[in-house]
Nanobody, 124 residues
Framework: EVQLEESGGASVHAGDSLRLSCTIS????????LGWFRQAPGQQREGVAA???????TYSDSMRGRFTISQDSAKNTLYLQMNSLKPEDTGMYYC??????????????????WGQGTQVTVSS
């Protein structure tokens, strides 16, 4: 069982930056993906960024260059640094953990454990 808890969401203006954190606890498979997803009101959840246990990172095309995923293994924490935020980045952001280290952004269906989410609101 894995537990995840997000924090760092806030209301900001376009062009601002935010860093989201996800504290992770529990038992992990050696090969895994850790990912960030977001869901805007009335829309499906979409992948934002992911990092595999191999260290490989994957980004959604619309976030590449603005968002950076990283982890601090010593602190069991996953981060999402978001720069140059846009109003369309508004949504609930979730972190998730899934077993296996391939296809980390293939879809939310490949993740086994989820946090409760943290809200990010970007105003123009």
């Amino acid at each position: 069982e894995v537990q995840l808890e997000e924090s760092g969401g806030a209301s900001v203006h376009a062009g601002d930056s935010l860093r989201l954190s996800c504290t992770i606890s529990g038992s992990f498979e050696d090969t895994h993906c850790l990912g960030w997803f977001r869901q805007a009101p009335g829309q499906q959840r979409e992948g934002v960024a992911a990092i595999a246990s191999t260290g490989r990172t994957t980004y959604s095309d619309s976030m590449r260059g603005r968002f950076t995923i990283s982890q601090d293994s010593a602190k069991n924490t996953l981060y999402l640094q978001m720069n140059s935020l846009k109003p369309e980045d508004t949504g609930m952001y979730y972190c998730a953990a899934g077993w296996g280290a391939t296809g980390c952004l293939a879809g939310d269906w490949r993740y086994n454990f989820w946090g409760q989410g943290t809200q990010v609101t970007v105003s123009s």
